[in-house]
């Protein structure tokens, strides 16, 4: 059949309704499992752990590289204009604002994403949650919950290691490798940065990046064909969907900040 045929445009209309139809229903159901995970409070810090720790040292470093890049290229900016004590301030804004939540989610994507979608994809390959659900036991709330809101509760601390060790790695080329006073590095960083204002952004952003990464790794391993390839697949569309929606949702909130 062409697909530029009547009937294969509406079979494909119907199947992407029908997958957007059951994404909203399985997100509507995982706030509601914000009870549960508390009960189960164990099973949400066993993910914490997970997708937390080992998350670090990938973010760590990455930030403190990215510090000292920033540190470099904003030096050299500044001294232009003859304002160069200007950049911790520079730098720490760059990244409490900006960088910081949205590195950490596509780093998030692309180790933790792509993690707890081969890891759901592989319990429904081997009929997992086929069996959970013959014992009447909700895989929602079982398997999905303590992933989605150990996803969510992460994410802004992992935001906040990343602006941390950027700021630090910004003070190691600029003051101990170039020579940038001390006292003016850290004391622009402490009258120009506004508490919430700009790092208040950045944890509305890194929440709200926290939310749409782990719904998009598990819905990819929930909807996963239960074969090899087909977990194959679904990781491979969790980093492009979830770098994607990122980025997107990044420019909504960032015009959404400023506007109001």
Do not use: C
């Not at 760590?60 to 200007?86: D, I, M, P, T």
């Not at 730098?91 to 939540?101: D, H, I, M, N």
């Not at 944890?203 to 598990?218: D, N, R």
């Amino acid at each position: 059949m062409s697909w530029f045929h009547p009937a294969a445009i509406g079979l494909s209309v119907r199947r992407q309704l029908d997958h957007m139809g059951f994404a909203a229903r399985l997100f509507g159901r995982l706030w509601l499992t914000l009870g549960y995970a508390l009960r189960r409070n164990a099973l949400t810090r066993d993910q914490v752990h997970f997708l937390g720790n080992y998350s670090l040292p990938i973010i760590g470093v990455a930030g403190l590289f990215v510090g000292f890049v920033f540190g470099l290229q904003g030096y050299y900016a500044l001294k232009r204009y003859g304002s160069a004590e200007a950049l911790g301030l520079l730098v720490t804004l760059s990244l409490v604002r900006e960088l910081g939540p949205v590195v950490t989610a596509l780093l998030f994507a692309g180790r933790a994403g792509t993690s707890l979608t081969a890891e759901i994809g592989l319990m429904k390959a081997g009929e997992q949650i086929s069996v959970m659900e013959m014992m009447a036991v909700d895989p929602v709330q079982r398997v999905l919950a303590p992933r989605f809101w150990a996803g969510i509760f992460t994410m802004p601390l992992l935001a906040a290691v990343f602006s941390a060790m950027g700021v630090i790695g910004g003070w190691v080329v600029g003051v101990l490798m170039i020579g940038v006073d001390g006292g003016a590095f850290w004391s622009q960083i402490q009258g120009g940065v506004d508490v919430f204002k700009d790092i208040g952004n950045g944890v509305v952003k890194s929440f709200v990046f926290g939310v749409a990464v782990t719904f998009i790794a598990l819905l990819q391993g929930y909807n996963a064909q239960a074969t090899p390839e087909g977990v194959a697949k679904a990781t491979t569309r969790t980093v492009v969907m979830a770098s994607l929606t990122v980025l997107g949702l990044d420019f909504i909130l960032t015009a959404m900040m400023f506007t109001i």
